[in-house]
């Protein structure tokens, strides 16, 4: 079983869309986590919660609003989609240090 | 920047040989990890030093730690082909809610 599930895996849409990302943990984690990692392979924090409370939110811009029905699940939306807004975004969960990844989402923006 | 920054940025060594990939951050940890990313995949943590620990190791891994220098490394020893990825060094703060990941050191083991 996957420990931590992101859909889709790849995401191809045109600038001014708005899409969205799902998450979904089954190791029964308190905090979730949205990463960014450009093309240059560099991993940014946008956001962590915590059971479904924001904890984190790394200056990210409105357009990127993170929901968090329940512990295990934690959503990305994204409105008015930019050319910026390309890249491969992670899904991560942890209950103690250790961190555990999704597969990631390859969005790309035209 | 709170990131923790890996040197080298790339190394490429034949299969056999010993990698040693270094990491450098700016604050106070509680805690320093390293991470391993295969191509096209998510980061898999490999080891976890805490801040009043100076070396530890785990199968061919082995990880020091120095708080005075604010610096980690990460010794592979006897590479194969299948450690080809990209290894990254992360850092705890707020409690543990906030991981910084470094730029990360791409390996490439030569078979």
């Known amino acids: 079983d996957t420990a931590v599930s992101q859909t889709p895996k790849y995401l191809v849409t045109q600038m001014g869309n708005d899409k969205s990302i799902k998450c979904e943990q089954n190791?029964?984690?308190?905090?979730m986590y949205w990463y960014k990692q450009d093309s240059k392979k560099f991993l940014k924090i946008m956001f962590s919660?915590?059971?479904?409370?924001?904890?984190i939110n790394e200056t990210v811009p409105n357009r990127f609003s993170p929901k968090s029905p329940d512990k295990a699940h934690l959503n990305l939306h994204i409105n008015s989609l930019e050319l910026g807004d390309s890249a491969v975004y992670f899904c991560a969960s942890s209950q103690e240090a250790e961190a555990f990844f999704g597969q990631g989402t390859r969005l790309t923006v035209v | 920047s709170q990131q923790g920054e890996e040197d080298p940025q790339a190394l490429s060594i034949q299969e056999g040989e010993n990698a040693t990939m270094n990491c450098s951050y700016k604050?106070?940890?509680?805690?320093l990890q390293w991470y391993r990313q295969n191509s096209g995949r998510g980061l898999v943590h490999l080891i976890l030093i805490r801040s009043n620990e100076r070396e530890k190791h785990s199968g061919r891994l082995r990880v020091t730690l120095d708080t005075s220098k604010k610096s980690s490394s990460l010794l592979i020893t006897a590479s194969r082909a299948a450690d080809t990825a990209s290894y990254f060094c992360?850092?705890?703060?707020?409690?543990?809610?906030?991981?910084?990941f470094g730029a990360g050191t791409r390996l490439f083991v030569k078979a």
């Open positions: 919660y915590n059971n479904k409370e924001l904890i």
């Open positions: 992360a850092t705890d703060f707020r409690g543990g809610f906030k991981t910084i």
């Open positions: 190791l029964g984690h308190d905090t």
């Open positions: 604050t106070s940890i509680n805690n």
